[in-house]
T-cell receptor, first 114, second 111 residues
């Protein structure tokens, strides 16, 4: 069964450093998403991406966040200057076009900012 | 805005029993989806029910949808310890099919 692959599985970074979280969505999917989950809290929407541009973003997704699909297969989330409160699990997801498609989530990247 | 809200927040049952979780939502929907999350892992899509469907089955899962009450239920029959996880309902919102998740129901199945 097709999978969404995320790397790395765990990233530890110093406050103020830049991190890039990587995702390989399912190849024939057209919509891509990033979500995050702070420990013990619910899964929160960050951003959706379609047709090589951001289609929607949440209040969490401020100027320190950016997304890219640099080569048609990878989908990255960059956090420019990490803060302690960015520590969370970050999940990538993809879905096909149409309301009858569910999301396929990756296993997540656990980001720890120290 | 939050669309799906699960109830109860936590449910503890014995292996072999059935587990029922409920979901309420606010606006009209195209479909409603249920996901499972094992502790510290990604969400796994379980089942999708369309707005013109009333009931759907997948293995030990049974989902119902009542659009007049804006509610759905997920029934897991003959539960197993491996079913221990958090369960979430979600509906796609807007043209981007953004899913929003509630706090989920934490199901514990005791051996």
């Amino acid at each position: 069964e097709p999978e969404v692959t995320q790397t790395p599985s765990h990233q530890v970074t110093q406050m103020g450093q830049e991190v890039i979280l990587r995702c390989v969505p399912i190849s024939n999917h057209l919509y891509f998403y990033w979500y995050r989950q702070i420990l013990g809290q619910k899964v929160e929407f960050l951003v959706s991406f379609y047709n090589n541009e951001i289609s929607e973003k949440s209040e969490i997704f401020d100027d320190q966040f950016s997304v890219e699909r640099p080569d048609g297969s990878n989908f990255t989330l960059k956090i420019r200057s990490t803060k302690l409160e960015d520590s969370a699990m970050y999940f990538c997801a993809s879905s096909g076009l149409g309301a009858n498609y569910g999301y396929t989530f990756g296993s997540g990247t656990r980001l720890t900012v120290v | 805005s939050q669309q799906g809200e699960e109830d109860p927040q936590a449910l503890s049952i014995q292996e072999g029993e059935n587990a029922t979780m409920n979901c309420s939502y606010k606006t009209s929907i195209n479909n409603l989806q249920w996901y499972r999350q094992n502790s510290g892992r990604g969400l796994v899509h379980l089942i999708l029910i369309r707005s013109n469907e009333r009931e759907k089955h997948s293995g030990r899962l049974r989902v119902t949808l009542d659009t007049s009450k804006k509610s759905s239920s997920l029934l897991i029959t003959a539960s197993r310890a491996a079913d221990t996880a958090s369960y979430f309902c979600a509906t796609p919102l807007g043209s981007n099919y953004k899913l929003t998740f509630g706090k989920g129901t934490l199901l514990t199945v005791n051996p």
